[in-house]
């Protein structure tokens, strides 16, 4: 959560000329906001949208943007394991200030709460990587430049 996916991924796809798919986006057009989701519905019912947004979404040929918990779904796991999988960190101190003011439904209790979840969701995240790139400290745009770097070298 708050590594700069959507940023870096809009980049990424722009300069590969690829369409770019931004899994909550879609949740929102078609659901409502995802605070709301949440209320109204739960955890569980949000995740079974998601499930669904991200087959859809990696079934077309473009550059995909996750939930940081997408990846909690073994649904999800095996789809992604059949794609590249670009994992973007953050440190706790960078990302302290990408996460005030906006409505999070799982950071109530802010840092402490994306500690807390990136702590558990780590080991997913770097088991289904094919590379990672920190975003902590250096400009998105030189990040997404680094990723289509590595897209390139490797096709």
């Known amino acids: 959560m708050a590594s700069g996916k959507s940023k870096v ?29 949440f209320e109204r519905h739960g955890e569980e019912y949000f995740r079974a949208l998601e499930r669904q947004a991200v087959a859809d979404a990696v079934a077309e040929d473009a550059v995909v943007s996750l939930g940081g918990g997408a990846v909690l779904d073994p649904a999800t796991q095996a789809a992604l394991s059949r794609c590249t999988v670009i994992y973007l960190s953050v440190s706790a101190n960078a990302v302290r200030a990408r996460i005030g003011g906006r409505k999070r439904p799982l950071l109530k209790d802010g840092l402490t709460d994306w500690k807390r979840i990136y702590a558990e969701r780590r080991p997913l995240y770097e088991a289904l990587a094919n590379t990672s790139f920190d975003t902590s400290h250096r400009p998105l745009d030189v990040i997404a430049r680094d990723v289509v770097k590595w897209v390139r070298k490797r096709s």
């Open 9 to 37: 991924g809009r980049r990424v796809a722009k300069t590969l000329d690829l369409p770019f798919i931004d899994t909550d986006t879609r949740i929102v057009a078609d659901h409502g906001p995802i605070h709301e989701i």
